[in-house]
């Protein structure tokens, strides 16, 4: 794309404001028995679920949501990964329908039934759902759950949520508007599961704070399982000023797709969103830039298609779990950590830790933004609670070093603990240059290890492991300093 007169309108202001719209979240328990076929006896059964709908709910129509959570049957089975959908149609079909997959004593079931909403007896209808069991198509048992209104109601009505849904490909676009002293970074991280091989595709758009030319370079990096790092760059290059994404020296990052070459490697993949946007820092700061830097993941988790080549060695990815992320803003932070972590399940961990250049918020420990994406909701729900607290006292703190850096805080009712480590023949060092001249140097590894630790408040029991992961070369990290 060249830069003409049409470009340049793209890149303005408009051309930056994100379609959004807002959704509907909410937490929803019940309580029943079940009879499973064959036995004579009932059995208690729990549902503690979340569901999201992408639109906000509407009564007269039919809305589709996806539901998460945790299903316990009294003696057979406690899965807090159950996940399914809602057919909500209160008043257009007269039900509300749950299908929900599960796992019991080994075995994979369905529990499928649905609320017939009646106007004779509106109240008992909502709260009442006949149910039924199956595996592998096959009945196995029947049921009931009801929703208990006396201790149910109140929490229920108070879990509504209503929030924001932005299109990962409108999060995709540059966001520069030609001032001086700005950097802007699309970037892609991921694993290949065949070979255990991390990939590191890095695009760059560099505006420099003395008015030169701006300019676009980056790099390539594959860490292979048995072997040494491999990188090559690409550029410097002309910006042609595109507008859906990175487009220069024959390599480009546009919504679901990445090409390109630089030395040996060559690489065309195809990206599958498969989770909603996550912002690591305030959601505020993307839209308007008041803080030094911002970064967002337009999809937390992605899914990656397609070949990666690298000295003569070809990548067939198949489903390949990552995500890409942006950052946009006055270039490099004094010092930093990054750290994604796909937990599996659809659980994922964005970490940024950095120390601002700032005059005075360079003198200040390293600032925290912690994001947990878990069984569909995001703790800490407000980012900048993590990182600055209340009455100016951080949440979370880091201690940033090599081989291993940690993050640790609480937030609520949770705690967590953080430890990354990045051994040296699996950590790449690259040095490149900010906007305003001043060197920089991340020091990168696809191949991380990281443990992670979630903790939740019992009363009067002290803290209890709600969650815990060991990923052993599948995080990946970054340290970096100026």
């Not at 064959?38 to 208690?44: L, P, Q, Y």
């Not at 994979?108 to 017939?116: I, M, Y």
């Not at 966001?175 to 760059?204: C, F, I, N, Q, S």
Request: proline content about 9%; overall charge positive.
């Amino acid at each position: 794309m060249t830069a003409g007169p049409n470009a340049r309108a793209e890149t303005g202001p408009g051309a930056h404001r994100t379609p959004e719209a807002r959704g509907t979240t909410f937490r929803e328990t019940m309580l029943g028995t079940v009879r499973l076929d064959g036995e004579d006896r009932t059995r208690r059964i729990r549902l503690d679920l979340r569901v999201a709908a992408d639109r906000v709910l509407r009564p007269l129509a039919t809305t589709p949501a996806r539901a998460t959570g945790r299903i316990r049957i009294a003696g057979l089975s406690d899965d807090p990964r159950a996940r399914g959908e809602l057919e909500i149609s209160p008043l257009a079909r007269r039900r509300i329908r749950y299908r929900l997959s599960f796992t019991a004593d080994g075995r994979d079931l369905t529990l499928d039934g649905w609320k017939s909403v009646t106007p004779r007896r509106p109240l008992t209808s909502m709260t009442v759902l006949p149910f039924t069991l199956y595996e592998n198509g096959t009945r196995v048992g029947t049921g009931t759950l009801r929703f208990p209104l006396t201790t149910g109601l109140a929490p229920f009505l108070a879990s509504f949520r209503f929030p924001r849904r932005e299109a990962a490909d409108a999060l995709i676009s540059p966001r520069w508007k030609g001032e001086p002293g700005r950097t802007e970074v699309w970037y892609t991280t991921l694993t290949d599961p065949a070979t255990g091989t991390g990939l590191w595709l890095h695009h760059e758009l560099t505006a420099p704070a003395d008015g030169s030319p701006p300019y676009a370079h980056g790099w390539a990096a594959a860490f292979p399982a048995h072997g040494p790092v491999r990188h090559a760059r690409f550029g410097p290059a002309p910006w042609d000023r595109p507008c859906d994404g990175f487009t220069a020296a024959g390599v480009s990052a546009t919504p679901g797709r990445l090409t390109g070459s630089a030395g040996t490697f060559r690489w065309d993949l195809s990206e599958r969103v498969t989770d909603a946007p996550l912002f690591t820092f305030p959601r505020w700061s993307w839209r308007r830039p008041l803080l030094p830097a911002a970064q967002i993941l337009p999809a937390a988790r992605a899914a990656y298609d397609g070949t990666f080549t690298f000295d003569g060695t070809t990548l067939t990815l198949d489903g390949a779990p990552g995500g890409s992320a942006r950052i946009y803003g006055h270039g490099n932070a004094r010092r930093w950590a990054w750290l994604h972590a796909d937990l599996g399940g659809g659980d994922v961990l964005e970490v940024v830790a950095a120390v601002s250049m700032r005059p005075v918020l360079r003198r200040l420990p390293p600032l925290v933004f912690l994001r947990l994406r878990r069984n569909g909701g995001t703790w800490p729900r407000r980012p900048e609670r993590g990182a600055i607290g209340w009455a100016g006292l951080g949440r979370f703190r880091a201690e940033v070093g090599l081989p291993t850096w940690t993050v640790t805080g609480r937030a609520g009712l949770r705690r967590i603990r953080v430890e990354v480590t990045q051994p040296a023949d699996r950590t790449l060092a690259l040095d490149y240059t900010d906007p305003d001249g001043a060197p920089a140097l991340c020091r990168n590894s696809e191949r991380a290890d990281a443990h992670v630790l979630l903790e939740r408040r019992w009363w009067p029991g002290g803290w209890r492991t709600e969650a815990e992961w060991h990923l052993a070369g599948t995080a990946h990290a970054e340290v970096g300093t100026r």
